[in-house]
């Protein structure tokens, strides 16, 4: 920063980063909700997915809630807290004399 005073951001600037950001946390929770709807689907659908057995005496459906779901659900809350946030900062709480860092000049 260069000291000058910090720009405050417009109503319009606060608007059009709130819609990105439900854009973003709409698209995130239809995602969820697809991973979710997929297991009854595949238990009602497919005989494999819950009969036959991948290590030891589990079965493809167990593994996936047991193991699968804590990791997609991981990935989509940090995909979404990072986009998030890399969108929020971009579009709000700039200052009038801030610029796009560059590479260091070498010497």
């Known amino acids: 920063m260069s000291g ?3 720009v405050p951001d417009t109503p319009a600037e606060v608007d059009a980063a ?4 439900r854009r973003i946390a709409v698209t995130y929770f239809i995602v ?3 991973v979710v709807t997929a297991f009854p689907v595949l ?7 819950t009969e036959s057995r991948v290590v030891g005496d589990l079965s ?8 699968g779901l804590y990791v ?3 990935v989509i809350g940090i995909a979404a807290a990072t986009l ?3 969108v929020e900062s971009r579009m ?8 796009v860092p560059t590479e260091p000049e070498e010497t």
Do not use: I, K, M, Q
């Not at 493809?60 to 193991?67: C, E, M, R, Y």
């Not at 709000?92 to 610029?99: H, Y």
């Open 84 to 86: 998030s946030s890399s």
């Open 32 to 34: 969820f909700l697809a």
């Open 92 to 99: 709000l709480g700039g200052t009038a004399g801030e610029s």
């Open 72 to 74: 997609v659900f991981a």
């Open 43 to 49: 238990t009602t659908t497919l005989d494999w997915w």
């Open 60 to 67: 493809p459906a167990l593994l996936a809630a047991a193991v």
């Open 18 to 21: 709130f819609r990105t950001v």
């Open 4 to 6: 000058d005073p910090e």
